[in-house]
């Protein structure tokens, strides 16, 4: 078993920035693929961002070029660095993860068997 906790969730105006990070425990060897994903009220759970065990990031087309992806294996944290950040992007943030490579471009919650409480962001206008 896996055991994902996030932290670094709060409220900023828009234009501001936030970091997340994940903590993962555990069996963490086996995981090959981490993610980011988020759900806002009343909206289904979407993919912000994954990150294959070599390092290679995939960004939503919502996101990109304003968040990055990035882990420290050898701390086994995951974080997420959120720029210029919208109202829109407001949500409650998931970590996940995987025993398999990350699928791109096409990747969902099916992918990851692992998966933390949450963190909430709210970026108000």
């Known amino acids: 078993q896996v055991q994902l906790v996030e932290s670094g969730g709060g409220s900023v105006q828009s234009g501001g920035s936030l970091r997340l990070s994940c903590a993962a425990s555990?069996?963490?060897?086996?995981?090959?693929?981490m993610a980011w994903f988020r759900q806002a009220p009343g909206k289904e759970r979407e993919g912000v961002a994954n990150?294959?065990?070599?390092?290679?990031?995939s960004y939503a087309l919502s996101v990109k070029d304003r968040f990055t992806i990035s882990q420290d294996n050898a701390k086994n944290i995951l974080y997420l660095q959120m720029d210029s950040l919208k109202p829109e992007d407001t949500a409650m943030y998931y970590c996940?993860?995987?025993?398999?490579?990350?699928?791109?471009?096409?990747?969902?919650?099916?992918?990851?068997?692992?998966w933390g409480q949450g963190t909430h962001v709210t970026v108000s206008s």
């Open positions: 555990g069996h963490t060897r086996g995981i090959h693929c």
């Open positions: 990150i294959n065990f070599d390092a290679t990031p």
């Open positions: 996940a993860a995987g025993d398999y490579n990350c699928v791109v471009p096409n990747w969902g919650s099916d992918d990851f068997a692992y």
